[in-house]
């Protein structure tokens, strides 16, 4: 039952890093902020399935208060 999220976390992490990409060389300063924006949200439910992977439901709790 892990492999599905495991492959959801490398997913989301290959997105992490399209979207730096965007954020260094984007066309412009507004798709900047959005890729930066993007990156912050993607890592808060790159953690939560990193927390459900491991097992340690607390790190639901550090997702929420990032």
Do not use: H, Q, W
Not at 18 to 38: E, H, K, M, Q
């Amino acid at each position: 039952m892990i492999v599905p999220f495991l492959v959801v976390g490398i997913i989301i992490a290959t997105t992490i890093l399209v979207c730096s990409y965007r954020a260094i060389y984007g066309p412009g300063t507004f798709n900047r902020i959005v890729a930066a924006n993007v990156i912050g949200t993607k890592a808060i439910v790159l953690l939560i399935v990193v927390g459900y992977i491991i097992e340690r439901p607390e790190f639901i709790d550090i997702a929420l208060m990032y």
